[in-house]
């Protein structure tokens, strides 16, 4: 199974837009896969919602997709408290990832990604070479999720094609 992480809990977020392009992709392809959205799922103890998300969401994943807005020069704080706060043997050691930066600026968040990279290999997570990075995200999709370059649905797809055969 490969879960997709939209990796912020701000509502109706470009992220979660991204996320779900993802998902359709690799619906397409007849993967097995689901999308946490981080949305109103208190994370920060180990309470009812990570207990769940851990159940559904990550112990069973093989591969993880993380979406990943920059925030102040990095990914957001509520990714990194669910990982702390997680079983981190049953959830992370020995899965592979890939990750997808965005960011409204001209890095695609490059910092965040090479941030969570460090983190990920830290929990023994092996994480796919090709990184994608958008920039400017809002001249990439359209506020309804739709992509509006062809390139980028072209590396999407090539990431995905890449990321299944990982």
């Known amino acids: 199974m490969i879960t997709i992480i939209s990796a912020t809990n701000r509502q109706d977020s470009m992220t979660l837009k991204m996320a779900g392009i993802y998902l ?4 397409d392809k007849s993967q ?3 999308l946490l ?3 109103d799922k208190n994370v920060c103890e180990r309470g009812n919602d990570l207990l769940s998300i851990e159940e559904k969401y990550l112990i069973p994943a ?5 979406i990943v807005p920059e925030y102040n020069g990095s990914f957001p704080g509520i990714l990194k408290v669910m990982m702390d706060n997680s079983d981190i043997k049953k959830c ?4 592979k990832a890939t990750i997808t930066g965005l ?3 001209r890095a695609g968040n490059l910092r965040g990604l090479d941030h969570l990279t460090g983190i990920l290999h830290y929990l023994k997570v092996n994480v796919m070479y090709n990184k994608l990075h958008f920039s400017r995200i809002n001249e990439e999709m359209d ?3 739709i992509l509006l370059k062809a ?7 090539e990431q995905i094609d890449q990321f299944i055969k990982y």
């Open 143 to 145: 506020k309804d999720g």
């Open 62 to 66: 093989e591969k993880f997709v993380f």
């Open 37 to 39: 959205s981080l949305e």
């Open 103 to 105: 960011a409204d600026g």
């Open 151 to 157: 390139a980028t649905a072209r590396v999407i797809n």
């Open 32 to 34: 097995n896969v689901n």
């Open 92 to 95: 992370w050691w020995h899965k």
């Open 24 to 27: 359709n992709i690799f619906s």
